[in-house]
């Protein structure tokens, strides 16, 4: 979720339902470089919480150092991110490139633990590719060295994002009678349908969503309603989509500046309109326009013309 969980990100996220959050995932090298960019990342408010703070990294004694940063900042969790399958970050045995060397995991796990008085968490893969899916005897290890919480995203990391996740394997993790800390599930949930599947089939104490969350906060208060009442609630209404990326982009602009904020929340854009019926015109302009006066009245001029779309949303 790198340039994504970011706090105008997050604080959509939590008032649309979510439990617990993480932030983008911050470099250990630059942290103990005090590179801007990743100091930057360590901002977190009082209305995120609880919230944790995920790091990565490749050498031992960086992440050691920066978890003790990272404690300084005062976040409920510090997270671990052993799951990441991008090439220039896994490919420097960093995130799920260090499932390559489980016993270096494992003490760099260690360490971290032993650094901080916050609880610590892991979120990884079932392993490196097929024949080293070793997540059941991994989830042990991690946990004898003090992990407080471990999320798996059912993929190898030579699967990257392809495929259909495989969540039996986070079931026997759950289910393995060693196993006391709680297991979250992470995969391919894009809908409350799949998310009361995955809980009810598999046992997970909870769920993990990434994707699916990008320009549409709303899939957690879906999903809550459709596990309290098993009925599902109508899509977000047009004025509420708008209303969502005015949000965005105004606490995107106060926390990045101009910028960065016009870039960085173009992302979210094509999410927050979905499914709307002749939208390309105005999904082009939202994401070429460049100063924030040109998007915002953008936005009031998609809300007064699409204001009868609702129904068809519906």
Known sequence: MEDVSDPPFRALCKENGADVMYTEFISSEGLIRDAAKSVQKLDIFEYERPVG????????????????????????IIDINYGCPVKNVACKGAGAGILQDIPKMVSMTSEIVKAVNKPVTVKTRLGWDDNTKYIVDVAERLQDVGIKAISIHGRTRKQMYKG????????????????????????????????LEMKNRYGVDGIMIGRASIGYPWIFNEIKH?????????????????????????????????????????????????????????????????????????????????????????
């Open 164 to 195: 259909q996740a495989d969540w039996s394997l986070i079931a026997e993790v759950k289910n393995n009678p060693r196993i006391h800390i709680p297991v979250f599930g992470n995969g391919d949930v894009d809908t409350p349908e799949k998310a």
């Open 226 to 314: 459709f596990f309290a009442t098993g009925e599902k609630l109508g899509p977000p209404s047009m004025a509420e989509r708008v209303n969502a990326c005015r949000k965005h982009l105004k606490m995107a602009l106060e926390w990045k500046g101009e910028k960065l904020g016009i870039f960085e929340t173009r992302r979210h854009y094509t999410n927050y309109f979905k499914g709307i019926p002749h939208f390309k015109e105005y999904r082009t302009q939202l994401v070429t326009t460049e100063k924030p006066e040109a998007v915002f009245a953008l936005l009031d001029e998609i809300e007064k013309r699409f204001q009868g779309v609702d129904s068809v949303l519906a």
């Open 53 to 76: 703070i995920q790091i990565f990294g490749n050498e031992i004694s960086s992440m050691r150092e920066a978890a003790a940063i990272t404690e300084e900042a005062n976040p409920d």
